[in-house]
């Protein structure tokens, strides 16, 4: 994976992390929980996108 791409991945993942927290600061549980879970997922893909790119590249 590119630095500018992981660094996107690492910038995005954080702004979801921050949101949860913001949410759940705010009172609203399911908004707080649906920004986990769209966290969760994108993370995750950023792992499927550096092994597609590993595999790929190696």
């Known amino acids: 994976m590119s630095k500018g791409l992981g ?6 993942g954080t702004a979801l ?3 949860v927290s913001y949410f759940m600061a705010a009172g ?3 908004l707080a929980m ?12 950023g792992f499927i996108v550096k092994a597609k790119l590993r595999k790929k590249n190696g």
């Open 17 to 19: 992390l921050a949101c």
């Open 7 to 12: 660094l996107l991945y690492a910038v995005i």
């Open 28 to 30: 609203r549980p399911w």
């Open 34 to 45: 649906l920004s986990g879970l769209v966290s969760i997922l994108f993370i995750g893909s």
